[in-house]
């Protein structure tokens, strides 16, 4: 078992939503370098503040040193020479999908790259970002090789632990969550564990090989997809139908085996992601996934169904499209989290911008910088509580909109869609 007083050093790399929660938890034990390219993200941190809220200021600044050789805390840097002194990597970056939903390794290729240019003999790279079996051996084995001039299970050593974060959620945090974590050899796969369990209180979950961990979190986030997707076309139907599809999920709840899942958008970093890598890798393979496809062609066409919705019953209660005022309630990928990667609100507003209607967007959480630079839109959270619309989307169902007078933000003959089925029945609501 690992402890403090072994004086193990260690580095992470990208400290994002995944990768600093991560420090922060090793740092009350170990001596962590947190790297990251990003000079403002660097500054941010050492000034003791987190722009994605997963860590408080409070538990920052009481793992924060700006000393090196103290045994303990997190040192935030972006120069690769500090890492040096560390003798296992833990590797946190992306792992997106390109324009084509092709996944796009190329920030953990280039991490790995960072990686070998410090690495030792004895030392252990460990990989958390997301990928389809193979990549962590077939991928960046050879680039950490390469750029090392080290041989792979002779002098170095190599493992995977899936993240498991979930942006916003307070309670799964990741001390909180169990970790599978694997190795490249028994004994690499032993340290590794070890590693992690020094630090989870939930425990950890040693997998045979690091293949059979990176397929089972792959598949983790395809399960919940195929299962969105499935209630999604469910709303479809018996929207179709003219069926409450809320009224149905609640009685067919009723059975002790029934799986839980509602209607929505499905966007992130995982959900909106992985089930394309697991994709991409059955195809390489000979296999053409069926299900795993179909799950995600109903999911990406979410928006666009909501904006077509949307107009229609705006036409029907005979109101003028072309320069109708529809406010859109929410911007981030999930609710209570500032995180707009891969938003699916998005498909919304372009969808209806098609129609020439103006969109207002309204998101208290959102990073409205990040926002503006990734999708070209402008999150306007003080005007825009101020006037009438002829439509209101609740797209995300932030707790900050409890306290929202909808209402009041309604013209007299208004269309309010409501995606997350968390208004009350009185207001009159479209829902999925």
Not at 199 to 216: D, F, L, M, R
Not at 225 to 254: C, K, P, R, W, Y
């Amino acid at each position: 078992m690992y402890n403090s007083e072994d004086n193990l050093k260690m580095s992470v790399i990208g400290l994002g939503y995944v990768g600093l929660p991560l420090a922060v938890e090793f740092a009350k034990k170990y001596k962590v370098f947190g790297f990251d390219i990003n000079e403002s993200r660097i500054a941010e941190l050492k000034a003791g503040y987190d722009n994605t809220l997963e860590v408080t200021e409070e538990a920052l600044n009481e793992v924060l040193t700006f000393e090196c050789t103290t045994l303990q805390g997190l040192y935030c840097t972006n120069e690769l020479e500090k890492l040096r002194s560390s003798s296992v990597y833990i590797v946190t970056v992306p792992t997106p999908v390109d324009k084509n939903n092709r996944p796009d390794l190329t920030p953990l290729i280039k991490a790995s790259a960072v990686v070998a240019k410090v690495l030792k003999k004895g030392d252990i790279v460990v990989y958390e970002s997301t990928v389809y079996p193979g990549v962590t051996e077939d991928e960046c084995v050879p680039v950490l090789e390469k750029g090392s001039g080290l041989v792979f299970n002779k002098d170095f050593f190599a493992g995977y632990s899936p993240e498991r974060i979930n942006p916003g959620d307070k309670q799964h945090t990741v001390a909180n969550i169990l970790k599978i974590t694997s190795g490249s050899t028994p004994e690499a796969a032993e340290k590794i564990d070890a590693l992690y369990r020094s630090v989870i209180n939930a425990g950890t979950y040693k997998a045979s090989s690091i293949k059979v961990a990176e397929a089972a979190k792959v598949i983790e986030n395809a399960q919940r997809d195929i299962n969105i997707a499935f209630v999604n076309e469910l709303a479809m139907i018996f929207n179709t139908l003219g069926i409450d599809t809320s009224e149905v999920l609640a009685a067919a709840g009723t059975k002790w085996n029934f799986l839980n899942f509602k209607p929505g958008l499905v966007g992130g970093h995982c959900i909106g992601v992985d089930p394309y890598y697991l994709a991409q890798k059955a195809q390489e393979a000979g296999y053409h996934p069926e299900i795993i496809l179909a799950g995600r062609r109903v999911n990406d066409g979410m928006g666009k169904y909501v904006a077509d919705q949307m107009i229609r019953k705006m036409i029907a209660k005979n109101i003028h499209i072309v320069g109708a005022e529809v406010l859109v309630l929410g911007f981030t990928f999930k609710e209570n989290c500032p995180d707009v990667r891969n938003t699916k609100v998005i498909d919304i507003i372009r969808r209806l911008e098609e129609y020439k209607v103006n969109v207002t967007i309204h998101d208290p959480w959102a990073n409205a910088d990040q926002a503006n630079h990734n999708y070209g839109v402008i999150c306007e959270n003080g005007s825009s509580k101020t006037r009438r619309y002829d439509g209101i989307v609740l797209a995300v169902a932030h707790q900050a909109f409890d306290s929202l007078n909808i209402a009041e933000l309604r013209k007299p003959t208004c269309v309010v869609y409501d995606i997350k089925s968390v208004l009350p029945q009185s207001m009159e609501t479209v829902r999925l």
